[in-house]
């Protein structure tokens, strides 16, 4: 666990939003508190990531109550907190050296949405040649619209997601699997 980073993505107020439509995994921030938890019992690394958006209409805009994390990820004193502003959470931040600064190969990541920040930070995550599990119900994503303006629902945006995702940049686990295997 000590050479396993905790990554948490996004976990950020303005998620909460009703404009964002349906979402999945309600309880996805009550999976990050525990893990979270977890991680810090065991004085593991744990590295928070925050989306400042660069559009001032944004929730996530710094300068909106949104950008704040939120309550159940707040970070510690001591807690390294990496500012983005595109999807990537290696995009601009330093975030790969102070991995390899600190001799960190394994990531776990959690946080928002499945389907932007959380899948394009573990695709590179795995191209830049970290060991990567992303946690399937300590993630979620909201609905869509195809390009034909059909309907996917939330569910079916991070079922898929995450099927596209397994086994090629990451191996997925529940929360529940992570957290047994801590006791091992």
Same mark, same amino acid.
């Given at each position: 666990?000590?050479?396993?980073?905790?990554?948490?993505?996004?976990?950020?107020?303005?998620?909460?939003?009703?404009?964002?439509?349906?979402?999945?995994?309600?309880?996805?921030?009550?999976?990050?508190?525990?893990?979270?938890?977890?991680?810090?019992?065991?004085?593991?690394?744990?590295?928070?990531?925050?989306?400042?958006?660069?559009?001032?209409?944004?929730?996530?805009?710094?300068?909106q109550p949104g950008n704040a994390f939120k309550n159940e990820a707040r970070?510690?004193?001591?807690?390294?907190?990496?500012?983005?502003?595109?999807?990537?959470?290696?995009?601009?931040?330093?975030?790969?050296?102070?991995?390899?600064?600190?001799?960190?190969?394994?990531?776990?990541?959690?946080?928002?949405?499945?389907?932007?920040?959380?899948?394009?930070?573990?695709?590179?995550? @795995?191209?830049?040649?970290?060991? !990567?599990? #992303?946690? $399937?119900?300590?993630?979620?994503?909201?609905?869509? =619209?195809? /390009?034909?303006?059909?309907?996917?629902? @939330?569910?079916?945006?991070?079922? !898929?997601? #995450?099927? $596209?995702?397994?086994?090629?940049?990451?191996?997925? =686990?529940? /929360?529940?699997?992570?957290?047994?295997?801590?006791?091992?």
């Amino acid at each position: 666990m000590n050479n396993s980073a905790l990554l948490l993505i996004d976990v950020q107020k303005g998620f909460d939003s009703p404009l964002w439509g349906e979402r999945n995994n309600p309880q996805a921030e009550a999976n990050i508190a525990r893990l979270l938890d977890a991680w810090r019992k065991q004085q593991a690394p744990i590295i928070h990531v925050q989306h400042c958006s660069v559009s001032p209409k944004s929730a996530l805009h710094p300068d909106q109550p949104g950008n704040a994390f939120k309550n159940e990820a707040r970070p510690k004193s001591g807690e390294p907190v990496f500012k983005k502003t595109v999807n990537s959470a290696f995009i601009g931040t330093g975030l790969e050296d102070y991995l390899h600064e600190q001799g960190l190969r394994s990531l776990v990541i959690v946080g928002l949405t499945t389907d932007h920040c959380v899948s394009t930070s573990t695709r590179m995550a @795995a191209n830049l040649g970290f060991d !990567v599990t #992303l946690i $399937s119900d300590a993630t979620a994503t909201f609905e869509r =619209q195809d /390009t034909d303006g059909n309907h996917i629902s @939330a569910a079916e945006m991070h079922r !898929v997601n #995450l099927a $596209s995702l397994n086994d090629e940049f990451c191996q997925i =686990q529940t /929360t529940a699997q992570i957290l047994d295997s801590l006791k091992n």
